[in-house]
């Protein structure tokens, strides 16, 4: 069974950076994507649901953003070491949150897909950022 565990998470100032990391466990053959979602604090009783932010493929290293974020945030994965990172620069108050990290099983869907937490099946517990002065 494959576990996941983030970490590198922390507080940092508006236009700072930030790297997660992700540690995978147990046997990844069969996996399609690694993706990192985050989830804003609620506001109020509104629930607010977990927004992909990027994910990379297994078989070619393709990967997408989120619209808000390219430029600005690059995911990588190291498949020896089963380790996906996020490294996050110029970071924005708004984008406190709790990010996760996920994997999505096989088949390969169309990349777009893979920004989308429904073709995830393993998560991680999430690790903190906030973004403040």
């Known amino acids: 069974q494959v576990q996941v565990a983030e970490s590198g998470g922390g507080s940092v100032q508006p236009g700072g950076s930030l790297k997660l990391s992700c540690e995978f466990s147990g046997d990844l053959r069969g996996i399609a994507a690694m993706g990192w979602f985050r989830r804003p604090p609620p506001q109020g009783r509104e629930y607010v649901a977990r927004?992909?932010?990027?994910?990379?493929?297994?078989?070619?290293?393709?990967?997408t953003y989120a619209n808000s974020v390219r430029g600005r945030f690059t995911i990588s994965r190291d498949n020896a070491k089963k380790t996906l990172d996020l490294l996050m620069s110029d970071l924005k108050p708004e984008e406190t949150a709790k990010y996760y990290c996920?994997?999505?099983?096989?088949?390969?869907?169309?990349?777009?897909?893979?920004?989308?937490?429904?073709?995830?099946?393993?998560w991680g517990q999430g690790t903190q950022v906030t973004v403040a002065s």
């Open positions: 996920a994997i999505a099983p096989g088949p390969r869907f169309g990349l777009p897909t893979y920004l989308h937490s429904a073709v995830y099946n393993v």
């Open positions: 927004e992909g932010v990027a994910a990379i493929t297994t078989d070619d290293g393709s990967t």
